[in-house]
């Protein structure tokens, strides 16, 4: 089977910053995407890795390690509106069978 | 920005009834998806769609499913009788292009709660 874990809850206060992480086990492997996703929302989409190493995107940034199965979402300057479950999902197939993580419930104080 | 647009945002059904969900992805996509969210629950792969036909589905997508693409842009999804574990967020995606492509965009979702 395909399996994905990463945290449940995370807590960070406003400015910081905070890393999540993300362990995958799955069949084959074309693609790793992080996602936001609001209460009652539609994930958008955060960032894609398919090669090793770090993709930054403004105040996001994401690492992936094929060779561990391992890959993080690094936001920077956290901002309440940053208060969110965060998605690690898997593409695996050719053909776009992904499998997708519990999601990590990001909240952020002031 | 181009989007991707589902109906019915809510629908309430009886067991046993058939539904059908009803995406309009964005215009230049080529693949489309069906995923589900049951509430509190990881988002889970149904199907993928190419080429008017499905590429891929997952073992939820059995045979009470069926997607279309009835006329060039509408893309559905058919449950023909539906049962209470149904209840879900249902999300259309799609993509311009399938592999080694980045950014799914997923519609606003259709919440089905089946009574």
């Known amino acids: 089977g395909q399996n994905i874990d990463q945290p449940t809850e995370m807590t960070a206060t406003e400015g910081a910053i905070v890393q999540i992480n993300c362990t995958y086990q799955?069949?084959?492997?074309?693609?790793l995407f992080w996602y936001q996703q609001h209460a009652g929302e539609a994930p958008t989409f955060l960032s894609y890795n398919v090669l090793d190493g770090l993709e930054e995107k403004g105040r996001f940034s994401s690492f992936l390690s094929r060779s561990k199965g391992y890959s993080y979402l690094l936001l920077k300057e956290l901002q309440m509106k940053d208060s969110a479950s965060y998605l690690c999902?898997?593409?695996?197939?050719?053909?776009?069978?992904?499998?997708f993580g519990d999601g990590t419930t990001l909240t952020v104080k002031p | 920005e181009p989007e991707v647009t589902q109906t019915p945002s809510h629908q309430v059904t009886q067991m046993g009834q058939e539904v059908i969900l009803r995406c309009v992805p964005i215009?230049?996509?080529?693949?489309f998806y069906w995923y589900r969210q049951i509430l509190g629950q990881k988002v889970e792969f149904l199907v993928s769609f190419y080429n008017n036909e499905i590429s891929e589905k997952s073992e939820i997508f059995d045979d009470q499913f069926s997607v279309e693409r009835p006329d060039g842009s509408n893309f559905t999804l058919k449950i023909r009788s539906t049962k209470l574990e149904d209840s879900a967020m249902y999300f259309c995606?799609?993509?311009?292009?399938?592999?080694?492509?980045?950014?799914?965009?997923f519609g606003e979702g259709s919440r089905l709660t089946v009574l």
């Open positions: 995606a799609s993509t311009r292009t399938g592999v080694n492509t980045g950014e799914l965009f």
């Open positions: 215009s230049n996509h080529l693949y």
């Open positions: 799955t069949s084959g492997f074309n693609g």
């Open positions: 999902a898997v593409r695996y197939t050719n053909a776009g069978k992904s499998t």
